[in-house]
């Protein structure tokens, strides 16, 4: 029930393969908190390509984002430099960094005319967020302390990015947002149930609907698993 898509090994060798890397920016001069702000600087960019419907643009961005949000982390444990303040920044931009995608995408969905896109962008961002909010809270209240709420649940931040790259590249390759409306008035008219707005737009729509699914579920794992707890009064 608690199990991650992203096992807590997986996650080490990934920061093992980070530090080095990660050590390379603080040779430049580069702090922790610097590597955060640049990591959000990425997400502001691809949510920009994505308001501009340039879906390959943003998906490539969103994965190399995701890596870089590696390097703060790793620069701070291994230069001893970790910090209650660099947790904080980390934490409070990697929400805004995809809380801002999730804005781009719904706004490159509107001006395709893909308005269930825009929807369905702000049910992924919610269900998101109910992820993070969960763990921020209960590790606050002292269940799950460090980063063990990490391990619960199928689809943490990590997950999340890799299904939305995917789908922002697959709607990039197959010709991007189509305007159903106007594309039947083009042919003339089309079926009104024939189906063809989801089939034109279906990397969006699976990516975001498979994110709200998977996000919501991790959030009910993560409320599960601290409900089983025994609160230390």
């Not at 390379?24 to 990425?42: A, K, S």
């Not at 002292?142 to 709607?171: S, Y």
Request: proline content about 2%; glycine content about 14%; charged content about 15%.
């Amino acid at each position: 029930m608690s199990g991650s898509i992203v096992s807590p090994e997986l996650r080490a060798r990934v920061r093992g393969v980070a530090t080095p890397i990660a050590l390379g920016f603080g040779r430049l001069g580069l702090t922790p908190n610097h590597l955060t702000l640049i990591g959000f600087g990425i997400a502001v960019i691809a949510a920009v390509a994505a308001a501009e419907r340039a879906w390959v643009l943003a998906g490539l961005l969103l994965i190399f984002g995701g890596v870089f949000d590696l390097f703060d982390g790793a620069l701070a444990r291994a230069t001893g430099t970790t910090s209650r303040l660099g947790a904080f920044m980390d934490s409070v931009f990697d929400r805004a960094g995809e809380g801002v995608v999730y804005v781009g995408i719904a706004a490159g969905c509107v001006s395709g005319g893909f308005v269930d896109g825009a929807v369905l962008a702000a049910a992924a961002m919610a269900a998101s967020f109910m992820v993070s909010y969960v763990r921020a809270k209960s590790e606050s209240l002292g269940f799950t302390a460090g980063t063990g709420m990490a391990a619960i649940g199928l689809a943490p931040r990590e997950v999340r990015i890799v299904i939305l790259t995917v789908g922002l590249l697959l709607v990039g390759l197959t010709g991007g947002i189509v305007d159903h409306a106007a594309a039947c008035a083009l042919k003339g008219g089309c079926d009104a149930d024939d189906g063809s707005a989801l089939t034109t737009n279906f990397g969006v729509t699976l990516s975001l609907g498979l994110i709200t699914i998977l996000a919501t579920i991790t959030a009910i794992q993560r409320i599960v698993h601290v409900t089983r707890q025994t609160p230390q009064e």
